[in-house]
């Protein structure tokens, strides 16, 4: 059973990495553009992206827990893992649920301030996914 939850971790954890960044790029060129039949375009890229990173973040963190035995904190190199992927875990799921809620009302400072957050869990995404990575060779 635990190579299935190794594999499963695996497997799963680009998703949300990927898609984070990938709805970062989306949503930041729609920010800057002014043209509106790409601009929606680049922003529902963006949404999507995020919601199905956040649907994937969801098994990789239970696929993660699985395999390191529950241990929501663990050393070492595992809490070093852990130090970025708890905030980027609920930022992301927290990004997700703003964006469900707000739909495409959000004001122009208010999406910039999103987009801010968004790139630092992009950021902190990629800073797991890098300790992650550590582990397999420790």
Request: hydrophobic share 55%; charged share 10%; aromatic share 14%.
């Amino acid at each position: 059973m635990e190579k299935l939850w190794a594999n499963l971790h695996g497997g799963s954890t680009h998703f949300p990495i990927a898609l984070m960044i990938a709805s970062v790029i989306f949503d930041g060129l729609a920010y800057f553009l002014s043209r509106d039949p790409l601009k929606r375009d680049l922003h529902a890229a963006g949404f999507y992206a995020l919601l199905l990173g956040a649907a994937a973040t969801l098994v990789a963190t239970l696929s993660g827990l699985a395999i390191s035995a529950w241990q929501f904190f663990g050393e070492g190199i595992l809490a070093k893992h852990h130090d970025f992927v708890w905030p980027a875990f609920g930022l992301m799921i927290g990004l997700a649920v703003w964006r469900l809620v707000v739909r495409g009302e959000a004001t122009r400072p208010a999406f910039g301030v999103y987009l801010v957050v968004a790139g630092i869990t992009a950021g902190l995404m990629a800073a797991a996914g890098y300790f992650g990575g550590e582990l397999l060779g420790s």
